[in-house]
């Protein structure tokens, strides 16, 4: 292992970020793993030795899917072919993909990275001699480039970013307008994106930038509006693998050994099948055994059938899960938090999970905005006691839907406007655990006298949906899968499909007010308290606005979370794949969603082919 070049000690930054105490998953500043140096031009050479790695993935096929890669999952356009799934990583690499359970960096375009907390900088050092597949030089350039396009994007790293300069061809330098933790995890972890497909974008935006002006300005509006427009014909690729183009059909795409890439030597097999589809279309395939591993959520009874014909199931902690989403614009009746916390005490979250997902799906407990499995890193045990855990209470949630002016006419409510509690709810049809889980939140709301319709949609449109307000009540994701700080779960939470990201698609989503008033702290700016959550270098400062954050959603719920998901991922051994990691390596706490050990082990040249 080897150590990023810093201008604090590693002692002093490990103490200013805890790094010392907190489990897997909870961030920081980390050391660097030495990477295995970069392939050569000639190609993959012996170690590819003809091996077929064979996955499943949702995708739409173009013209409806595209091939634009800018932006950050769940933040860029949607329908990216594979780009918003782990196999994006063999495609396009970002600088370096991390291990939660021993808080290391494995670096991948990037050589060394250094916070300079006097300076305010971030800077990374990019490897040198690393081509794109059209030719070009990967460069600090194209970091530049993807962090601008970022901008247009409005990702959450621009809340901590006063510019952006690359000094040389293998520099790279962000100087924060406060050092951050969580700046790292922004940096290291965004695909890298290539500058002869981008640059003109990220012209724009650095010209937008430079005349003082943002994304909410007329001129941000439009810029935003052509870049959702913009649709490459191919992803330029730095990974050791890209799409074969010619090969994509509705049912799979072919994934090339890409010679030039990073890492084409070290990875074993020179060509992956990705197969089209979510749970029905990709379980009977696992049946049949064309394909080696999914990471979708699988009924038990498949689950069970997967095991008696052979594979593993891999249950890696996901930290997050389906949540019940309200459209304040439409639904006013739900506006005041009375009637959330009711609709969370009517709804068994343990039995949810369960008929979701057995095993794999446990109820949330702390209610905490964030995975219950790094609460006890984050709050005290005596801020943990302040926290409402919501139990199943059907008493409590008439009391608070009485307080807050609903009405009971027979065995069905009426809203405080008079009209019949009935709703529909939307959920991507093609989630067998999301499906599971709405329709039964809808049988238990409609047993209590709320009525509810589930209703499923396709599964990609029903984000798009979400943030246009197309949508009443809804399934959608809680917690951040993606990354192991609490702060990108509170951005999960109250930004993705809120006002501050919703804009991306013209709309409000939920349309949940982040400058709001609780009990606990009077007035507060969720915005900026999550931005602050996750600023600076002192640990009990990011553990007290963590804590005020999760004590706040706690209150106001603006969703609320139903069940916390483990994956029940088949693996097959043995036939193409001769071993997953083993039961009991630290690897399988990464979030499979984030920094997939898969990929990671493909990338390592760890995962091989063959019997």
Known sequence: MTEPKRSLSRRTLLQATGLGTVVAGTGGLATACAPAEPNTPEGSGPAGAGGEFHGGWPYKQPPEGNYNNAGVPFAGLPYRVLTDSPYGDLICLPSGMYYWADKKWELYLAESFDLDEKAGTFTVKIKPNLKWSDGSAVSSKDYLTT?????????????????????????FVITMNQPSTVVERYILRSNIIATSVFGEWADKAAALHAAGKDMTSPEGEKLGTEFQKFLPKEYVASGPFNIDYKAVSNTQINMAKNPTGFAADAVKFDKIVIYNGETPEITPLLQQKEVDYATHGFPTASEKSFQSSGFRILRPPVYSGPALLFNLDKLKEFSDPRARQAVAHIIDRKANGTVALGESGKGVEFMAGFSDNQV??????????????????????AQLLTEAGWKKNGNAWNTPQGKAAEYEIQFPQTYADWSAAATNAAEQLSAFGIKVVPRGVDDKQAPVDIDKGAFQLAIQSWGASNHPHPHFAFVQDLFTHNIPIAKNQGGKGMAFELKTTTKAFGAIDLQAAVTEAGSGLDEAAQKANVTKIAIAFNELLPMIPLFERYGNNPALEGTRIKAFPPDGDPILENAPYADNFVIMWMLAGKLEPGA
Not at 147 to 171: E, G, H, M
Not at 376 to 395: I, R
């Open 147 to 171: 962090f601008w396009c970022q901008f247009i994007q409005r990702t959450s790293l621009w809340n901590y970013v006063s510019k952006l300069d690359a000094p040389d061809d293998q520099t």
């Open 376 to 397: 006890p890193d984050w709050l005290s045990t005596e801020d943990q006691g302040k926290l409402n855990k919501y139990e199943l209470d059907l008493d409590k949630a």
